[in-house]
């Protein structure tokens, strides 16, 4: 058996016809090992590709071009069982805290229908002790939560609640699409504990889709930066943030609103059209129409990823084809100075 859980092996994904069509997703590999567990963080502007590889792994849509192997085996080759099973190892938590539930059902619903439909309690008396016990992980009491309805509960307690029902089928991984966007930033901190919490007490692996970086830099063991549906730059989130190598990761990571009155954020930036170079038959760098350091060969060939420091950290660039080389290091970014979305 594997020693990944997950193996995303030259994965493409086109909507639209194959030869024209928009790529999402293009030529993306990666491994996530069993163990440890890790918080991985996919981040990026939107539209770069973050949650169509969440989709992917969900089995919600195929990829056009490429495997993704559980444990070994392709996805998209699962029999009947072993689609179920995956589902049950592999689990979501969308964006939306206030969407996904049925407002004329209790919250005890929500765990109800897992217990049904997973067979997971033989009596009553244990699906109590298993909701419960979900619960518990993530900071909340039954007896606060199970009888009330969801308009009668905080974002937060709604988005912990999702969390908690995951994990009462004691995935393997989980996808967490955004899942604290659209929560008040008081109550961010404590989902975050959470997932940080069931990394490690539960041995639960996360993909952390985002494009908030300070949050990135908060909870991420690695973190990929997607511009276009390529990788720009990965590997251990805080070398990534606080030494980037990558032009537009540098770009990004300086776009980051500073609270200083005396140097004023300079607001919209004009930026060149893109689409282009979204087609499956576009050269070159996907960067290439707003790299301050690009060069005539980044307009026809793609840079593969370079090695630019310890413990697997690459960035697609052609200024590290002959190997690292110094860039500006922000070693002096806190947590305080990013908050803001990028």
Known sequence: MSDNLFEIRNVSKIYGPEDTGLVALSE??????????????????????????????LRSSPPTRGEILFEGV???KFN????R???????????DPFGVYNPFYRIRHVFDMVLKNYRLASNATQGRELTEEALNAVGLRGDDVLEKYPHQLSGGQRQRIMIARATMLKPKFIVADEPVSMVDASLRASILDVMMKLRDDFGISFLYVTHDLSTAYQIGDQILLLYQGTVAEHGNAVDVITQPKHPYVQLLIDSVPKPDPDNPWPGEIELPAEEA???????????????????????????????????GHQAACFLYENGPMPSKTKESMSVDESNEHV
């Open 80 to 83: 009947d069982q072993q689609k």
């Open 28 to 57: 993306y590999s990666f491994s996530i090992p069993k163990e440890p567990a890790k918080i991985i963080t996919i981040a990026g502007e939107s539209g770069s590709g973050k949650s169509t590889l969440g989709e992917l792994l």
């Open 85 to 95: 099973d995956y589902h049950r190892h592999v689990q979501a938590v969308f964006q």
């Open 74 to 76: 392709d996805i998209w």
């Open 277 to 311: 170079l979204r087609t499956p038959s576009a050269k070159g760098c996907r960067f290439c129409p707003r790299c301050p350091q690009r060069m005539p060969r980044c307009e026809t060939e793609s840079p593969e990823r370079y090695d630019v420091g310890p413990d």
